[in-house]
């Protein structure tokens, strides 16, 4: 991102510069002179740490509507400084409305992958909804397919990962939650799902297991003892302490 980073740099000290010969040439002081004024003091309230302040400026130029530059990068400023400072649900929202306001930005891979991020530092344990989580996946999963290059495929890699994770974390809860209950249909409805979606999914030995108990229990002893052979290769001591116990209680 480092190409777009130092365009989008250019970029600010160009409009900058227009504005401020703009202001300096003119004898009676324009809007844009404001519109400049508040944008320079954001920054300086930025440097001083007063994030709120910052903010607070650059709303004030978002809302002239002086420059479609300058409004633009004002947005953009809001935003970075909401994600900064952990005001997540701020700063996702700034972000939309960011993109839809300008969808031709060259901003715009990196504006989606701060989206993602901030989408991702949302997510909650596997045992709760998980609407944030798929938000983060499908950004990322966008900006993958529309921006390949724009950014570190590793690192973009590994957060759809983790997000498949914590789904396949979330759907293995409630296939469990449903073989304690007794809902065997529901329970191998849910955990065949996991194997299907997320095949990388790092507890896959526990969504067998569960699997495999279901099945048993629901009068589908063949497949069963398929999964609970394919258990016995293991290295997970958890399972395979469990499985043994299932099978011992019921003589498979």
Request: charged share 25%; net charge positive; proline share 3%.
């Amino acid at each position: 991102m480092t190409d777009t980073t130092n365009t989008f740099r250019y970029i600010i000290l160009m409009v900058l510069s227009a504005l401020t010969l703009s202001a300096c040439s003119s004898t009676a002081p324009p809007a844009e002179k404001n519109a400049l004024y508040y944008f320079q003091k954001g920054e300086q309230e930025l440097e001083a740490g007063h994030h709120k302040e910052a903010i607070e400026n650059w709303q004030k130029v978002r809302d002239s509507f002086t420059s479609p530059e300058l409004t633009a990068l004002a947005e953009l400023k809001i935003a970075d400084t909401q994600f900064a400072n952990e005001l997540y649900i701020e700063a996702i929202a700034s972000y939309e409305d960011f993109l839809k306001q300008h969808p031709a930005s060259i901003r715009k891979s990196d504006v989606l992958f701060r989206l993602g991020q901030a989408h991702f530092q949302q997510i909650l344990s596997a045992d709760r909804d998980q609407t944030a989580t798929r938000n983060a996946l499908n950004t990322f999963e966008q900006l993958k397919k529309n921006y390949p290059g724009k950014v570190n495929p590793q690192e973009l890699d590994n957060y759809i990962q983790q997000c498949h994770n914590r789904l396949a974390e979330n759907a293995t809860y409630i296939g469990h939650f449903y073989l304690k209950t007794k809902r065997y249909p529901a329970a191998i409805a849910r955990l065949k799902q996991v194997r299907t979606d997320y095949p990388q999914f790092n507890d896959m030995d526990h969504v067998i297991m569960y699997l495999a108990q279901a099945y048993y229990l629901n009068g589908n002893n063949e497949k069963a003892k398929v999964l609970f052979n394919k258990l016995e290769q293991t290295s997970d001591t958890d399972v395979r302490k469990k499985t043994a116990k299932f099978r011992k209680k019921y003589s498979i």
